[in-house]
């Protein structure tokens, strides 16, 4: 199974900053790829919602409500997303989520395998006071 730990996060003043880390790993065999990051959002009594996403060819895109202020950026040989928020308003305040999605390596039987995977991680409070 893969693994995403989120940190991060924490209380901060309207205005204020906040960086965001999500790293994979697994607890048998290594992750072979990780085919895209992304970060997500959810409020007390809202669903979750995308707030930023890798795109192919090293792109992203970000939901409107973020947009221009955060930013989603990826460190490949340490498996580790990030997402940068500045400007931080009240309305930015929920547990943020780290999704991923890939191939891992492993063994079946003492033959290698090669399995997809899509994960998530247990999310990080952010909390942005007025």
């Known amino acids: 199974q893969v693994q995403l730990v989120e940190s991060g996060g924490g209380l901060v003043q309207a205005g204020g900053s906040l960086r965001l880390s999500c790293v994979a790993s697994v607890a048998s065999g290594s992750i072979s790829s990780i085919n895209g990051m992304a970060w997500y959002r959810q409020a007390p009594g809202k669903q979750r919602e995308l707030v930023a996403r890798e795109t192919t060819g090293g792109g992203a895109t970000y939901s409107d409500s973020v947009k221009g202020r955060f930013t989603i950026s990826r460190e490949n040989a340490k498996n580790t997303v990030y997402l940068q928020m500045n400007s931080l308003k009240p309305e930015d305040t929920a547990v943020y989520y780290c999704?991923?999605?890939?191939?891992?390596?492993?063994?079946?039987?003492?033959?290698?395998?090669?399995?997809?995977?899509?994960?998530w991680g247990q999310g990080t409070q952010v909390t942005v006071s007025s």
């Open positions: 999704n991923a999605a890939g191939v891992r390596a492993d063994q079946a039987k003492g033959l290698p395998v090669r399995l997809n995977f899509q994960a």
